[in-house]
Structure formats: structure tokens, C-alpha cells
């Protein structure tokens, strides 16, 4: 994936954007679960305090965007045929770290971008529907606009991301092929979470330090 439209995933899926085009009023409920999420976020960006504690940032956007993401269904979709295959021990790590994961880089996003702005494109939305796809564009001064969709299953009455496509790329495709080509090259599952776990604790360990 490109270094632009990573960057601008990460930002979107964040929420650090100010919402334009579409009324806040005018917004439905899978657009406003997304909408609620950037607002908790914009206004704790506000406080530089707060932006320069690494680990109190991790714990605020795990807080805020873990209920409008559906992790268990991302996990399984992301490992594909191998969630079938793996123990529920297995599965409830890699859910673990792999959470983690998104949390540690979308928490240093928030940390680093700031200026950006997206637009909410009308919504084709059947009535009785639990899936829908919410269209939106990344607006960035002096560049063209970064499409980006989000996937939302309604759940239990909620409203929950398990997919972000930017400009026709899938965050679960992406690290599907990613996982899958280190457990061909690790061997096993185990082995791949036990490789997890310890990135992501070096890379806390470095963001606290």
C-alpha cells in the first residue's frame, strides 16, 4: 500500500478529521458511530499535554474506538482460513495483539497528523439492512481527495466498523496476505502471535521510553 494512502487509512480510521459536507444532524447511525469516535478524539487533541504521553494516548483511542469496531470479526477476517484451524487460545491472542497493534499505530497517528478533513458522501442504506458500506473522502489542501469506505455490521444495535478500504484497498486483505505469507515463513501460528507480542511490547516499550 502506498505511503500516502496508508497514512491517510490510519488517519481516517482514527477519526482525526472534522467532519464537512453533511450536517451532523443529517447523518445516519452508521456515519454518527464513526462521527462520535472523531469528536472524543478531536477534543482530547487539543490538549499538547496529553498528546506527548504515549501510553495515555494508546489507553484513550483503545477506549474510544474499540466500540465502534468489531475486533472478533476483523481478527477472523484477517486469518482467514487459519481462524478456523487455530485453538481458541490462539485466537483470543492474536485478537489480543493484533488489536494492539492497530491501537499502537493508529495512536502514534494521532500523536503526529493533524490536518485533515473529511467529507461524508450520501449513503445507499436498504431498510432492514445490517451491512453497509459508509463512503467517505480524506481532504487534504493542495491534493486530490483519498477515497475511503468503511465496511459496518450492525450488531446487538450497534453500529461496528470490520473493514476500511482505501482507494479500493482492504485493511483485512492487506494484512491477510501479511500474516499469512509469516506463518508460511515462521511455521507455525504460535509463532507468528509469539512475533506479534513481542513487537509490540519493543515498540510500547520504545514509544514510553
Known amino acids: 500500500?502506498?505511503?500516502k494512502q496508508?497514512?491517510?487509512l490510519v488517519i481516517v480510521l482514527l477519526g482525526l478529521l472534522s467532519v464537512t459536507a453533511i450536517k451532523a444532524s443529517d447523518l445516519l447511525p452508521p456515519q454518527m458511530a464513526i462521527q462520535e469516535a472523531s469528536d472524543k478524539l478531536q477534543q482530547k487533541l487539543q490538549d499538547k499535554a496529553f498528546s506527548q504521553n504515549f501510553a495515555q494516548v494508546a489507553?484513550?483511542?483503545d477506549q474510544t474506538i474499540y466500540p465502534h469496531t468489531d475486533f472478533d470479526k476483523i481478527s477472523e477476517l484477517v486469518l482467514g482460513k487459519l481462524w478456523g484451524t487455530a485453538s481458541s487460545d490462539e485466537q483470543a491472542r492474536f485478537k489480543r495483539e493484533f488489536q494492539t497493534l492497530l491501537v499502537r499505530?493508529?495512536?502514534?497517528a494521532f500523536v503526529e497528523f493533524k490536518d485533515w478533513t473529511v467529507r461524508f458522501l450520501p449513503l445507499d442504506m436498504p431498510n432492514g439492512g445490517n451491512k453497509v458500506v459508509v463512503k467517505t473522502e480524506v481532504l487534504q489542501p493542495g491534493l486530490q481527495p483519498i477515497s475511503?469506505?468503511?465496511?459496518m455490521l450492525l450488531a446487538n444495535g450497534e453500529w461496528k466498523?470490520?473493514?476500511i478500504m482505501i482507494e479500493g484497498v482492504s485493511l483485512v486483505t492487506n494484512y491477510r496476505?501479511?500474516?499469512s505469507n509469516e506463518v508460511k515463513t515462521k511455521g507455525s501460528l504460535d509463532a507468528v502471535i509469539d512475533g506479534l507480542a513481542?513487537?509490540?511490547a519493543e515498540a510500547l516499550a520504545a514509544n514510553n521510553s
Do not use: C
Not at 105 to 108: E, H, P
Open 1 to 3: 500500500m502506498k505511503t
Open 6 to 8: 496508508y497514512l491517510g
Open 59 to 61: 489507553q484513550f483511542v
Open 105 to 108: 499505530t493508529y495512536s502514534r
Open 148 to 151: 475511503v469506505n468503511y465496511r
Open 161 to 163: 466498523a470490520y473493514d
Open 177 to 179: 496476505s501479511t500474516f
Open 198 to 200: 513481542k513487537r509490540n
